[in-house]
């Protein structure tokens, strides 16, 4: 079956510092994976994606993520974290051979300290 | 401003009552998901709709249902409502292949009382 970690309900990061946030999946086949933001009281914002192609994806206002197929991964990262990034981040995962489900991560805060 | 809108914004309603929800997608969009978030549940996906045709389901219960109408707006019907079936409820739409984001409307806060 299909499922997504996101292992940290929260990170701290002081500002101008790099972050990471942690994502994990399983999926029966080859996965298509998805990064998404939200802010307080709004909707999801999608990021960043991988279908296939270069581990490194760049995406909205600054972020990047790399896939790692060994380890299952899918990490979210940027070099120099802003105050603004403060929000409520997820992971998401679809399986490329299965019906159109999509498994969204219980979701990671993210506090940018001043 | 993702494209999506939903109405109503804000619900509060009894146990026991049912209530629709409605969304209208992006322009050219033909799918429209439904996803349920609650702070114990996180975002749960309920339901994919794909040109007025259901296209999964996900953690759907059977007092829910949903559907997708000619125009390709939706509504999810909740019925026999009860506490916790409080949450925020998203709808979003994209350009259907599986490699496709998705925007997500701003959401209806329903509360039961």
């Known amino acids: 079956a299909q499922s997504v970690a996101q292992p940290e309900d929260q990170v701290n990061v002081a500002e101008g510092n790099p972050l990471t946030v942690k994502c994990t999946y399983s999926v029966s086949g080859n996965p298509y994976l998805f990064w998404y933001v939200q802010y307080p009281n709004r909707g999801l914002q999608f990021l960043l994606k991988y279908i296939t192609g270069d581990n490194l994806v760049k995406g909205s206002y600054g972020f990047e993520a790399e896939f790692n197929k060994s380890q299952t991964s899918f990490h979210l990262k940027k070099p120099s974290a802003l105050v603004s990034d403060s929000a409520l981040y997820f992971c998401a995962v679809r399986d490329m051979n299965r019906d159109d489900k999509i498994i969204f991560g219980k979701g990671t805060r993210l506090h940018i300290l001043p | 401003d993702s494209g999506v809108t939903q109405t109503p914004k804000h619900l509060i309603t009894a146990t026991g009552q049912r209530v629709t929800l409605r969304c209208s997608p992006r322009s050219g969009d033909l799918s429209v998901y439904w996803y349920q978030q609650s702070l114990d549940q996180g975002l749960q996906f309920l339901i994919h709709?794909?040109?007025?045709?259901?296209?999964a389901k996900g953690n759907i219960l059977e007092r829910f249902s949903a559907q997708q109408f000619p125009d390709l707006h939706s509504e999810l019907n909740l019925s026999s409502l009860e506490l916790g079936d409080s949450a925020l409820y998203f709808c979003?739409?994209?350009?259907?292949?599986?490699?496709?984001?998705?925007?997500f409307g701003p959401g209806t806060r329903l509360t039961v009382l």
């Open positions: 709709y794909y040109n007025g045709e259901e296209r």
């Open positions: 979003a739409s994209s350009v259907e292949t599986r490699v496709n984001e998705q925007f």
